[in-house]
T-cell receptor, first 112, second 114 residues
Framework: DGGITQSPKYLFRKEGQNVTLSCEQN?????MYWYRQDPGQGLRLIYY???????QKGDIAEGYSVSREKKESFPLTVTSAQKNPTAFYLC???????????FGDGTRLSIL | AQSVTQPDIHITVSEGASLELRCNYS??????LFWYVQSPGQGLQLLLK??????LVQGIKGFEAEFKRSQSSFNLRKPSVHWSDAAEYFC????????????FGGGTRVLVKP
């Protein structure tokens, strides 16, 4: 079945550590997105990529970095510069303009 | 800039009763509108979408939504709620001019009483 796979499901970060969240899709979608979800809030866009080797900052990109070397993969790195990283992170993909986004099951990141 | 407001943070409804979730958006042109549902600890599942045409849109799980341009609203409805409908619901607006980015509302959590 086609879909989006996020791993790991749970992740813990130590102070000063960078961590990378994986997102893989086999839907052959061009566009991919990373969102952050905090309790009681909607989703906020971190980064998005509409094509391989290109990506743009979203609304809350500070303290995060991404790469898009392959169409299927869009990993998100939470750097030590992100002072409040505890959240639920969702990856999504879309076939293109104006089309619905399809979501993975998320990664919950916590601080040790 | 696009914005979405879901005025109700929580709604409690009895099983078998009708449900209506409100969504108001702000966008200068014709938007693309979506409703998603999220179960705890899970990703978001698309319920329905509006791009153009008929303003009453049918979705999965017996949900429907009506686009009202004059009121900048896209409310979600279900005639008879099942216990499995307990979840969080998100309205989202997108626009081609915005690079297919979606702006989400804050969500409405639905509790279903037996």
């Amino acid at each position: 079945d086609g879909g989006i796979t996020q791993s790991p499901k749970y992740l813990f970060r130590k102070e000063g550590q960078n961590v990378t969240l994986s997102c893989e899709q086999n839907l052959n979608h061009d566009a991919m997105y990373w969102y952050r979800q905090d309790p009681g809030q909607g989703l906020r866009l971190i980064y998005y990529s509409q094509i391989v080797n290109d990506f743009q900052k979203g609304d809350i990109a500070e303290g995060y970095s991404v790469s898009r070397e392959k169409k299927e993969s869009f990993p998100l790195t939470v750097t030590s510069a992100q002072k409040n990283p505890t959240a639920f992170y969702l990856c999504a993909s879309s076939i293109g303009d104006s089309q619905p986004q399809h979501f993975g099951d998320g990664t919950r990141l916590s601080i040790l | 800039a696009q914005s979405v407001t879901q005025p109700d943070i929580h709604i409690t409804v009895s099983e078998g009763a009708s449900l209506e979730l409100r969504c108001n958006y702000s966008y200068g042109a014709t938007p693309y509108l979506f409703w998603y549902v999220q179960s705890p600890g899970q990703g978001l599942q698309l319920l329905l979408k509006y791009f153009s045409g008929d303003t009453l849109v049918q979705g999965i799980k017996g949900f429907e939504a009506e686009f009202k341009r004059s009121q900048s609203s896209f409310n979600l409805r279900k005639p008879s709620v099942h216990w499995s409908d307990a979840a969080e619901y998100f309205c989202a607006v997108g626009a081609q001019a915005a690079g297919n980015k979606l702006t989400f509302g804050g969500g409405t959590r639905v509790l279903v009483k037996p």
